[in-house]
DNA sequence: AGTACGTCCTGATCGC
DNA sequence: TGCGATCAGGACGTAC
């Protein structure tokens, strides 16, 4: 799935690609309903002719600032991956990946593909990003998601700390694999609350999470993948270990998996506690 | 307000 | 072997 890791290599490849640039010269939107704002026809006139700036990460969104010297002031192409989608620029002549719902031509010839098997995907263009974008906490991988952040964000919540981690106004770009590894490392069961945390285990949390974090991206840098996912794949940046029969690392003793919040949930009960 | 659950989607996998 | 059922989960809407 793309988690923040996935998403920062997305952008990097788009970066490496030099999308920041160019000009799209239309939209071929294959699934209206990812068009979330404006309407479907506003959305196609208004990214046309727009020369990307730039290509930034909040969370596990990609903004695309674009610019035009006609249009009274910048606009914002926002993308989310959902749980299958993954970004290329390829020539307009080469075979497309099956599952590309949307295509951007571009103006050298080549386009943006957006590929998204379950359509999970979404798109924006906006004047202004903070009108579509949720309340997203301090990304992770900065300074501000600090310590004292953490602790505030989970006092008074009594969920269950990896539901809590899943909600993006606490921990943007955190998902279900990353969650789970970062609970793993620091060895707190997911089921605890999380106003019952102490101190000490959510500043060993809060270094998992960035460790994990950390990790991920290192690897996608190592080995960059090209035209991630075309063909869809993704890094194992994780070192929890999620499969049915699985042991612990650590204590070789059986890892164990439930369910919170619908999701698969991995932890040993021995040495998270 | 905080918490929980249904919904959207389809490819992959499972079980009979 | 084949086919229907189940699973996977990011984020939002709704309900309690």
């Given at each position: 799935m793309p988690e923040l890791p996935e998403v920062e290599n997305a952008r990097r490849c788009l970066v490496q690609a030099g999308l920041p640039g160019r000009t799209f010269t239309g939209a071929n939107i294959g699934?209206?309903?990812?068009?979330?704002?404006?309407?479907l026809e506003d959305f196609v006139l208004g990214l046309t002719g727009g020369r990307v700036k730039a290509a930034h990460r909040r969370g596990k969104y990609i903004l695309l600032p674009l610019e035009n010297p006609d249009w009274p002031a910048e606009r914002t192409l926002i993308l989310h991956l959902g749980m299958t989608g993954g970004l290329s620029v390829q020539p307009k002549t080469q075979a497309a990946h099956p599952m590309v719902r949307h295509s951007f031509p571009l103006d050298d010839g080549r386009e943006l593909r957006f590929q998204d098997g379950r359509k999970f995907g979404k798109l924006w263009l906006v004047d202004d990003p903070q009108e579509v974008l949720?309340?997203?906490?301090?990304?992770?991988?900065?300074?501000?998601?600090t310590l004292e952040y953490l602790v505030d964000a989970l006092a008074g919540r009594n969920a269950p700390i990896k539901a809590l981690l899943l909600e993006q106004s606490i921990?943007?770009?955190?998902g279900n694999l990353y969650a789970d590894e970062a609970l793993y490392l620091s060895g707190?069961?997911?089921?605890?609350?999380?106003?019952?945390?102490s101190a000490d285990e959510v500043a060993r949390l809060r270094a998992s999470m960035v460790d994990a974090l950390t990790a991920g991206v290192a690897l996608y840098d190592q080995s960059r993948i090209d035209?991630?996912?075309?063909p869809p794949r993704a890094l194992?940046?994780?070192?929890i270990p999620r499969q049915k029969g699985d042991a612990c690392l650590r204590c070789h003793g059986p890892m164990e998996v439930t369910r919170i919040r619908a999701r698969s949930t991995w932890f040993c009960p021995r040495c998270q506690v």
């Open positions: 699934w209206a309903r990812t068009v979330k704002k404006p309407g949720p309340a997203l906490s301090p990304d992770p991988l900065e300074k501000d998601f921990a943007a770009g955190m707190i069961n997911p089921m605890r609350p999380g106003s019952e945390l035209n991630w996912p075309d194992t940046t994780w070192t």
